[in-house]
């Protein structure tokens, strides 16, 4: 192997073989990947829940995950929270020409790890190499295939009561990237959240239909997702600013980068509607796991304000919290 | 005190009630677009009674530049050779033209990088010779000391192909155009704490020596704006009419001398113009002549006296605290945040944008 990548690498001969035997199938191998075959076959399911994503993240590795977990996660979180248990993945490469052979080998270490993590194979994949200044160091497509095991989740089962939790501090990822890639405050301590959600997804679906909806609130943030909860329905939700739970440090990040904890993206975060009877009790639980111990009750649905969502302010205010407009953070994921 | 605790101080529940009873009909204009902004998070419009009306005032660098101003920077852009820097905030404001902005240039491979700050627009022009680079600087006395230390950095360096832009303006004129204005109707201002940490105290004295105009310069967190209000409150209910500093954790009487040593070093006063405004006599700040390898208006021999106030929106008015955004008949219709016609809205410190974004629910 070279110590860089070369545009052969990406010609889909001898080389490619190089890349694909040498670096990718030793980490990730599993029956249906060894065959490399052009597709894997897998054992059918009844229903399916199907998603895919592409990560440009930039820097590609930054502190708290690199972008071969975050591919990972990605992925296996969006059918998580579909209600689904992940099992299969595919893989596809876009890397730019030069980008060195051990920042690759790196990546394919942490998405072994991250998969064997949630417990998901990589079945089928795919590298191309483009030529230097036509890509940005690595793109990475993952989509996945899980099997459906809770059918019920969905926002038209929200009423007017329910309550809101979320399983930590928001906003974690998006801050981190960014003052990754700008450098901007030293002294500041701040990892991202990337991680799989597949354990935190079960302990809260174990809780059956007294869960009504739940996502990761990636790009967009909290305000984002919850937007979506409520949009073209006959309810709003409103949100207490100070049961929120933000961290210190990402607080004053934002303050510096003049942007809102509630707008930036999370990477192993849950957000959820839940009956009321049961909410205490999760969040007991949710408190236990590894990745949730910072979990708790944030607001509660409404039938005011249909289809909008509110923040009750520290100080007593109120207002309204929009989707993300305007501000923007391109390529943190 | 720890910042959190600016944000809702202990005894905010009592000075709130007091400001709740208050029955009388004043107007306090936060002159500072960060006060806009923080005023619309945290609701506080919705807490105030109906009678306390507060006003944004022409303290948002990006919404009182003219549009003729963006064209300049619009069309320089253009130009292969240049690479244009400034902060975020300048990327979207479009020109005269629907749908140009610096953003689109970027996407159009034209060479525009967002800063944050001059120095790293220095540092581009070390790194990139083949490049003039033009840094557009925008804001009052807050961002007009470090466009000078860029200035002073590039000289030092010997960086020949780095200049300014300089759209930077002065405080104090526009406040007192405002408050020479017939119908003046403000009883009171939040004077921006971030300008008085460069120019001190001294530099809002003159709001009470010469107009006896009841002002507090304020800092930025909720409790701060609220205590601020209640203060200026206390002064007309006693007729003590003054400057007081409840950022006093920040700024000092005189400011600090060495920013406003190198400002006043570098640039000089000009008469300049404010969108919807107008031209204020010494309201402006240039780069002074000795400088003028530095200054992007003579090395590109640019003609800034055109100006035709041809806005269609009416920034001007918002600008000026004459109407609120809401009265403006493009507010949400077809100006939106996503689709920004004025200044106001597309600066995240313009009171079109709070209004938009942050709406109170009184």
């Keep these: 192997m070279d110590d860089i990548i070369t545009l052969s690498y990406g010609s889909g001969g001898k080389k490619t073989s190089e890349l694909i035997e040498d670096i990718i199938v030793p980490h990730l191998k599993n029956d249906e990947l060894l065959k490399l075959n052009d597709g894997a076959v897998l054992k059918g399911f009844s229903k399916m829940v199907f998603s895919t994503d592409s990560f440009v993240v930039n820097p590609y590795f930054f502190s708290g995950g690199d972008i071969g977990k975050l591919s990972v996660c990605g992925t296996v979180n969006d059918i998580c929270m579909c209600g689904g248990e992940p099992r299969y993945l595919s893989l596809s490469f876009i890397i730019e020409e030069g980008f060195k052979t051990k920042d690759f080998l790196k990546i394919i270490e942490s998405i072994e790890k991250t998969a064997k993590e949630c417990n998901v194979k990589v079945v089928t994949g795919d590298t191309k190499v483009v030529e230097k200044g036509k890509g940005d160091g690595i793109f990475i497509n993952t989509s996945g295939i899980g099997i459906l095991k809770y059918d019920f989740l969905g926002k038209d089962r929200m009423k007017d009561g329910d309550l809101v939790i979320v399983t930590g501090n928001i906003g974690e990822h998006g801050v981190a990237v960014m003052l990754e890639r700008e450098q901007l405050i030293t002294g500041v301590n701040l990892i991202s959240d990337c991680m799989p959600l597949n354990i935190l997804a079960k302990e809260i679906l174990d809780f059956k239909e007294k869960i009504k909806i739940m996502r990761d609130p990636t790009r967009g943030g909290l305000a984002t997702t919850l937007n979506e909860f409520v949009e073209g329905t006959d309810l709003g939700i409103e949100l207490y600013e100070d049961r929120i739970p933000v961290s210190n440090e990402v607080n004053m990040a934002c303050e510096i980068l003049g942007i809102d904890p509630l707008y930036s993206a999370n990477e192993g975060k849950i957000v959820a509607v839940v009956s009321s009877d049961i909410a205490e009790q999760l969040i007991e639980k949710l408190r236990k796991v590894k990745g949730g111990e910072k979990s708790a009750i944030i607001g509660k649905v409404t039938s005011n304000f249909k289809g909008r969502v509110t923040l009750k302010t520290e100080i007593g205010g109120t207002r309204i919290l929009t989707k993300l407009t305007g501000m923007q953070l391109p390529r943190i994921c | ?362």
Excluded at chain 2, 33 to 50: C, D, F
Excluded at chain 2, 202 to 227: H, M, N, Q, W
Excluded at chain 2, 320 to 329: A, F, T
């Design chain 2, 1 to 362: 005190m720890l910042w959190d605790e600016f944000k809702k101080p202990k005894d905010i529940e009592r000075i709130l009630s007091i400001i709740r009873n208050y029955d009388k009909e004043i107007r306090i204009m936060e002159i500072c677009g960060t006060h806009t902004v923080s005023i619309a998070k945290s609701g506080i419009k919705g807490i105030l009674p109906e009678n306390i009306k507060l006003i944004s005032g022409p303290g948002c660098p990006v919404c009182v530049t003219p549009t003729e101003r963006i064209d300049d920077i619009l069309l320089l852009s253009k130009n292969k050779d240049v690479l244009i820097a400034t902060y975020g905030d300048m990327v979207r404001v479009p020109g005269s033209i629907y749908g140009e902005n610096l953003e689109k240039r970027k996407a159009q491979g034209f060479d525009v990088r967002i800063v944050y700050s001059p120095l790293d627009a220095v540092k581009i022009a070390n790194n990139c010779k083949n490049k003039e680079v033009v840094f557009a600087g925008i804001g009052f006395e807050t961002t007009a000391p470090s466009s000078a230390v860029a200035v002073e950095k590039a000289m030092n360096e010997g960086v020949k192909n780095f200049s300014v832009f300089s759209l930077h303006k002065k405080v104090e004129p526009v406040l007192r155009e405002l408050i020479n204005m017939n119908d003046f109707n403000i009883n009171g201002f939040l004077c921006p704490g971030n300008v008085a940490v460069i120019i001190g105290e001294e530099g809002f004295r003159f709001l009470e020596r010469e107009f006896k105009i009841p002002s507090v310069i304020c800092g930025f967190e909720a409790g701060d704006i609220i205590y601020s209000i209640y203060r200026i409150i206390q002064m007309i209910e006693n007729k003590v009419y003054k400057l007081e500093n409840e950022y006093i954790r920040a700024v000092k009487p005189k400011g600090n001398e060495i920013a406003k040593n190198i400002m006043n070093k570098y640039f000089e006063l000009c008469d300049d113009i404010w969108r919807g405004i107008g031209c204020i006599k010494n309201s402006g700040l240039k780069l002074k002549d000795e400088y003028s390898q530095y200054d992007s208006v003579k090395k590109f021999n640019l003609d800034l006296t055109l100006y035709k106030n041809n806005d269609f929106c009416s920034c001007g008015e918002v600008i000026k605290g004459k109407i609120e955004p809401r009265e403006c008949k493009l507010f949400s219709s077809v100006c939106t945040i996503e689709n920004p016609l004025g200044s106001c809205m597309v600066s995240s410190e313009g009171a079109c944008a709070a209004a938009y974004k942050y709406f109170d629910l009184r």
